[in-house]
């Protein structure tokens, strides 16, 4: 119902900012939660952040907290993730994902997916 395509990755100097883009099509006129998840060579997908439909509300990873900011303009239907000070342990695939379920935390069910782009941070 939702199609999703994620923009921004590439290869990174550390120590530089990244800011991922994810641009949602079709129905985009109900109210939706945005999640963002990476996963890295020979690990399992991580979630990273999210954020409610007004973005007033978010979730970090304990671990990534701090380092990520997660922000989004509904006006372009897009959901941005930005990241400066860029380290080597964040290279992976970031992927973006909507849910129209209560729980948009870790915890909860995305249920559509984009392709994924490709960070690398080149130490």
């Known amino acids: 119902q939702v199609h999703l395509v994620e923009s921004g990755g590439g290869l990174v100097q550390a120590g530089g900012s990244l800011r991922l883009s994810c641009a949602a099509s079709g129905r985009t006129f109900g109210s939706y939660a945005i999640g963002w998840f990476r996963q890295a060579p020979g690990k399992e997908r991580e979630f990273v952040a999210s954020i409610s439909w007004g973005g007033r509300n978010t979730y970090y990873l304990d671990s990534v907290n701090g380092r990520f900011t997660i922000s989004r303009d509904n006006a372009k239907n897009t959901v941005y993730l930005q990241r400066d000070s860029l380290k080597p342990e964040d290279t992976a695939v970031y992927y973006c994902?909507?849910?129209?379920?209560?729980?948009?935390?870790?915890?909860?069910?995305?249920?559509?997916w984009g392709q994924g782009t490709q960070v690398t941070v080149s130490s």
């Open positions: 994902a909507a849910t129209r379920r209560n729980d948009y935390s870790s915890r909860g069910t995305f249920d559509y």
